[in-house]
């Protein structure tokens, strides 16, 4: 069975320095596709980026990056010089193909505080 | 273009009662899902739509829980005699398509949620 674990419940950061959310999952399938989802205080979830597992370039799109590592089975995000619109909570999800569909696995997600 | 809604955005019902969440999709969206977060919690899979069939309901907690679709397009999730430990935000998202025939998987949109609390 699928899993994704996000090992860190909360993190507190004074703004503008940089933070790296982990991601650790796990799968026997050898496609798959990764996702990182935001959801801010407001609730709703918001889509950051997809990565396909025969696609190990790192992508970074503004203050945003994100490092795959398929040997050692990591999705990790990082924010460069954080800020307060950052907090949110984090989520890390796992697709897999399951009799010609798909589904995301979640992490139980990762809670950022930025402080001014 | 118009992002997924769902309605209501809240409810409070009592234990024993009936509800019925609904999550209208992104237009062409085909795959539709309907995900639960318990408190603190991540998502959790209930049931996926590919145009009006609904081939896995494996996640459905209990067969108090059921769904559906009409015309491809909005979704129904009912939950009949509702249990304090229902009480959860009921996500619904689609996608494109639930998967291409590359093997491909659509990215899924969220739509902002149904808080359901069960006194």
């Known amino acids: 069975a699928q899993k994704v674990t996000q090992a860190q419940t909360e993190i507190s950061v004074v703004e503008k320095e940089d933070v790296t959310l982990d991601c650790v999952y796990e799968?026997?399938?050898?496609?798959?596709?990764l996702f990182w989802y935001k959801q801010p205080p407001s609730g709703e979830l918001v889509f950051l980026i997809r990565?396909?597992?025969?696609?190990?370039q790192n992508e970074i799109s503004g203050r945003y990056s994100w490092n795959f590592q398929k040997s050692t089975s990591s999705f990790n995000f990082t924010i460069t010089a954080s800020q307060v619109v950052d907090s949110a909570v984090y989520f890390c999800?796992?697709?897999?193909?399951?009799?010609?569909?798909?589904?995301?696995?979640f992490g139980k997600g990762t809670m950022l505080l930025v402080s001014p | 273009g118009a992002g997924v809604s769902q309605s209501p955005s809240n409810k409070v019902t009592e234990k024993g009662k009936d509800v019925e969440l609904r999550c209208d999709p992104i237009?062409?969206?085909?795959?539709l899902y309907w995900y639960r977060q318990s408190l603190g919690q991540g998502l959790e899979f209930l049931i996926y739509?590919?145009?009006?069939?609904?081939?896995?309901k494996s996640g459905l907690p209990s067969d108090r829980f059921s769904a559906e679709r009409t015309g491809g397009s909005v979704s129904t999730l009912t939950i009949q005699r509702t249990q304090q430990e229902d009480s959860a935000v009921y996500f619904c998202?689609?996608?494109?398509?639930?998967?291409?025939?590359?093997?491909?998987?659509?990215?899924?949109?969220f739509g902002p949620g149904t808080r359901l609390t069960v006194l």
């Open positions: 990565r396909n597992s025969f696609d190990e």
């Open positions: 999800a796992l697709s897999e193909l399951n009799s010609g569909y798909s589904t995301l696995t």
């Open positions: 739509f590919q145009g009006n069939s609904a081939p896995d």
């Open positions: 998202a689609s996608s494109l398509m639930a998967t291409s025939g590359g093997g491909s998987t659509d990215t899924q949109y």
């Open positions: 237009s062409g969206h085909t795959a």
């Open positions: 799968t026997r399938d050898t496609t798959y596709y």
